[in-house]
């Protein structure tokens, strides 16, 4: 079974350009969870997304924003860029959506690194 | 809002030695997860403790759950070169629904 793909692998920007990525999810997996990570913050959750809805959303500005298809893909798009979003930006897929048990697997794909010039 | 302390941060031995890491917070978490990313790759899950006084071994690794549910600690015993990476600990916030992690012990095994 292929693993989390995310892509680009690598992203140089500017500041105020805006960015897309892509996260594919393992095949049968509906829930996809987004996070940032900075040396600085660690690993910070941004949203989860699952069955096309939103499910939740962490401590981020508006200009974080995601969606998810009908095949479970999802992309994740941030508008006017900042310095300080330069980070490895990670998506990772689990099976079914985050319960408040939350010893459900998730699966993480290798990450986009964002580089904001 | 739950937090999750690691320590050490950072660790460099040499091969052969044991080590522990620890994982704490002040709030209660009905599981944990450690997680080992490696550079250039996502987290990757070791292990998942759900019940209090749990101990779960895997190869040379044992990780145990606080008996209060609060923290937790992966031991290493004899370290390779091929255990360095980043451990994270992370758990399951219910106030926000969401999963929180802790910054992450860096460790480095030198051969």
């Known amino acids: 079974k292929a693993g989390v793909t995310q892509t680009p692998r690598y992203l140089i920007k500017t500041r105020g350009q805006q960015v897309t990525l892509s996260c594919s999810p393992i095949?049968?997996?509906?829930?996809v969870s987004w996070y940032q990570q900075t040396p600085g913050q660690g690993l910070q959750f941004l949203f989860e997304?699952?069955?096309?809805?939103?499910?939740n959303k962490g401590n981020f500005p508006g200009r974080f924003s995601g969606r998810q298809f009908s095949n479970s893909r999802s992309e994740m798009n941030v508008s006017t860029l900042e310095l300080g979003d330069s980070a490895l930006y990670l998506c990772?897929?689990?099976?079914?959506?985050?319960?408040?048990?939350?010893?459900?697997?998730?699966?993480f794909g290798p990450g986009t690194r964002l580089t904001v010039l | 809002t739950q937090l999750l302390e690691q320590s050490p941060q950072f660790l460099s031995i040499q091969e052969g030695e044991n080590l522990t890491v620890y994982c704490n917070s002040s709030?209660?978490?009905?599981?944990l997860q450690w997680y080992r990313q490696e550079p250039g790759e996502g987290p990757v899950l070791l292990v998942t403790?759900?019940?209090?006084?749990e101990v779960k071994k895997l190869k040379r690794l044992t990780f145990q759950f606080g008996d209060a549910r609060k923290d937790s600690s992966l031991h290493i015993t004899a370290a390779q070169p091929g255990d360095t990476g980043l451990y994270l600990c992370?758990?399951?916030?219910?106030?926000?629904?969401?999963?929180?992690f802790g910054a992450g012990t860096r460790l480095f095994v030198k051969a």
């Open positions: 997304y699952f069955s096309e809805t939103q499910r």
């Open positions: 095949s049968g997996h509906r829930s």
């Open positions: 403790v759900v019940t209090g006084g």
């Open positions: 709030s209660v978490f009905s599981s």
């Open positions: 992370a758990g399951f916030d219910t106030g926000g629904f969401k999963t929180i």
């Open positions: 990772a897929s689990s099976s079914h959506e985050l319960t408040s048990g939350g010893a459900d697997t998730q699966y």
